[in-house]
């Protein structure tokens, strides 16, 4: 049974029903899944603890919603239809079946393990689709998965082990990624030498480079599995219990692992993939993210399956071969739904319209993007060329924390508007505040973004410190989720993100905290202090700009900026380089010695007309010296 809404009066009507009766409303989403023991209340809420419940005391798994569900129907049903890294290496179509069958399997190689109920299993994988069989082990058996984007370094997996204390970790031997193979299991040995919680490592052989076992420790995928049975019983999980855990980016500190719940996440993210996208049975679907971040928890696994739907998975790059790979894949597999983030939007865009036209894409009917706010130009080169005028843009904000999509048209539904997310879906209550946390009523106001009632995937608590959660989401302002982002309402009611408001950056749409580059930068040991700021980047957003004190001596400055550019490389991982590095003699500060990152923004936008008055400095001249350094 599908919830899906066929008309903007329909839209309208659900989401008043959504605001004025919650509970009756998600009672009657949730009836349409199989619960093995019904709820007794639907939520349970105070955004003060924070503490929130939804579904309480139900119990269910949420791969009986994905296969026993469908299987006796759907059983030969395309469930996942794999695209390698090389376009002529053997793809692979998984039916529904033989999905349940491997899944089953490797659960009970986990379980042979010794991986249990409640466990924590890290996940570093390339995009093979062993990577959603072991995320769906993982929910079969109750384990809490965590799934590490393979391109984060040793020290940034060792420190997200040790965070969960995982007690195993799952990986692969190499990862291809377009003309590169990437050695992830050397990475996840040196990982494991800075921590001790792990037990065994299962390895999946893909690029066949020579890997290091460690006797007692590390076991083949292929041999884990080896006897297993294809039958494995859904541990009985509470709605409540943990899902998954995903480490995100804030503006302090390390990264926090969002923690996410069965129940209501497996409600929301399949009624919202539905709802958005309009995807209908038989439909192909193509989301281009990689399982390590949320859009692919929820939109390359949980959502799809969980809506019968099929689902594409992409090893590769968008550029390799060649600038037509995502065109020359659309047109392979006749995909219906394609969504894909801004920053590849424009990095195709500059190949210019040839790759594009050269395939057909007569099939699409969708197109989304998620990510970054998509800029204008990008929004009209994607709808004219790749949706030829005729396919829906949806535009999708959410978060990590919001588990799935907020604010987006529903495809073919919501009237669009190039870079507006447009409306919120039915359940989300958006609210604008100003700075000090007054509601902006009505129409043309602008401010920051707040939800004021809870959702059924929303974030739970950050692992292990629930304290963050409070003071990170719901301590700005009383009351509200506060989602970090500015927005802007427009005289229609439409909603336009404008970026983030806090000390995070969003980099080709990966999240990182200035804070977090700054403790990478300050590792290397000539440096004195940084300041790292976000400076606006034709095709990644936001580009990484780094202003560094250094000790020179003995150094030129192109050695240490390499130097410092392989620091953070190193401590976090290749996505969170610098574009620039400028060292300088000094950062300008206030007289109480707080960093004027706005001066600093200024300079890295090369906007140095309008700095405002730097006179009350404690360094003044510090400023003019670094105008001067940038030029
Ligand atoms: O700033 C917003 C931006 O990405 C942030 C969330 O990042 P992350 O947790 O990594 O999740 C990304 C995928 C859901 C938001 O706070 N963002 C996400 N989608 C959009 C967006 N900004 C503008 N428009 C979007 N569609």
């Not at 349970?44 to 798994?61: M, Q, R, S, T």
């Not at 790292?532 to 000790?551: L, M, N, R, T």
Request: hydrophobic fraction near 35%.
């Amino acid at each position: 049974m599908s919830d899906r809404i066929h008309s903007l009066s329909g839209y309208i009507h659900e989401y008043q029903r959504s605001v004025n009766q919650p509970e009756q409303f998600w009672s009657r989403i949730a009836d349409s899944f199989h619960w093995q023991k019904r709820w007794d209340k639907v939520v349970d809420w105070d955004f003060e603890g924070p503490d929130v419940k939804w579904f309480l005391n139900a119990k269910l798994n949420i791969t009986e919603n994905i296969f026993e569900r469908y299987l006796f129907t759907h059983g030969d049903h395309p469930a996942i239809i794999w695209e390698p890294n090389e376009p002529n290496e053997s793809n692979q179509t998984i039916t529904l079946r033989q999905l349940y069958e491997k899944v089953n399997q490797f659960s009970n190689a986990m379980k042979a393990k010794g991986v249990g109920k409640g466990d924590r299993v890290i996940i570093y994988m390339p995009m093979v689709p062993e990577a959603a069989v072991a995320m769906l082990a993982c929910a079969r058996i109750g384990a809490v998965h965590s799934v590490v984007f393979a391109g984060f370094s040793s020290n940034a997996l060792a420190d997200r082990i040790n965070d969960c204390s995982a007690k195993m970790v799952l990986t692969a031997d190499g990862n291809f990624r377009g003309a590169k193979s990437i050695p992830v299991k050397a990475v996840v040995d040196e990982a494991l030498e800075k921590t001790s919680t792990v037990e065994k490592v299962i390895v999946f052989e893909r690029t066949k480079e020579a890997v290091d076992m460690k006797a007692g420790r590390d076991i083949w995928w292929h041999d884990a599995i080896k006897g297993q049975s294809t039958e494995c019983k859904a541990e009985v999980m509470d709605s409540e219990d943990l899902l998954f855990i995903l480490y995100t980016s804030g503006s302090t500190g390390k990264p926090k692992g969002v923690v996410h719940t069965c129940g209501g996440y497996m409600v929301y993210t399949k009624y919202s993939f539905e709802n958005v996208f309009q995807y209908e049975p038989g439909d192909v679907y193509w989301c281009t993210a990689d399982v390590g971040w949320i859009t692919g928890h929820s939109y390359i696994v949980y959502g799809p399956l969980l809506a019968g739907a099929t689902t594409v998975m992409f090893e590769g790059v968008p550029t390799y071969p060649d600038a037509g790979r995502f065109w020359e894949v659309v047109e392979k597999y006749k995909v219906n739904q394609f969504y894909t983030a801004p920053t590849a939007i424009r990095a195709l865009q500059a190949h210019g319209t040839e790759p594009v036209t050269k395939h057909d894409l007569s099939s699409l009917k969708v197109i989304g993007t998620v990510g970054e706010p998509i800029n204008e130009e990008a929004w009209h080169w994607y709808h004219s060329h790749v949706g030829k005028m005729k396919c829906p843009v949806v535009d999708t904000w959410w978060q990590t924390e919001t588990g799935g999509i907020m604010i987006s048209p529903l495809a073919g539904v919501t009237p669009t508007k190039p870079s507006y997310a447009t409306l919120p879906l039915p359940g989300v209550q958006l609210v604008i505040v100003d700075a000090d946390g007054k509601e902006l009523k009505g129409n043309s106001v602008e401010g920051n973004l707040c939800i004021k009632y809870p959702w059924p995937s929303m974030i739970r608590t950050t692992y292990g410190d629930h304290e963050r959660c409070k003071q990170t989401y719901f301590s700005t302002y009383k009351g509200m989720y506060f989602t970090g982002d500015g927005v802007k309402r427009d005289e229609d009611g439409y909603y336009r993100i404008l970026g983030r408001v806090d000390d995070v950056i969003n980099v080709s749409g990966h999240r990182m905290g200035t804070a977090e580059v700054e403790n990478a930068i300050n590792e290397h040991p000539k440096v004195i202090e940084s300041a790292v700021v976000g400076y606006p980047h034709e095709v990644k957003g936001q580009g990484i700009y780094a202003y560094v004190i250094c000790d020179m001596e003995n150094r030129t400055e192109e050695n240490l900026t390499n130097e410092i550019s392989e620091t953070v490389r190193n401590i976090i991982g290749p996505i969170a380089k610098p574009d620039k590095i400028q060292i300088v003699p000094g950062l300008p500060k206030t007289r109480s010695g707080k960093i004027m990152r706005r001066i600093l923004r200024k300079i890295a936008e090369g906007d140095t007309s309008n700095l405002g008055d730097t006179s009350t400095l404690l360094n003044p001249e510090v400023v003019e010296a670094i105008k001067e350094g940038a030029k």
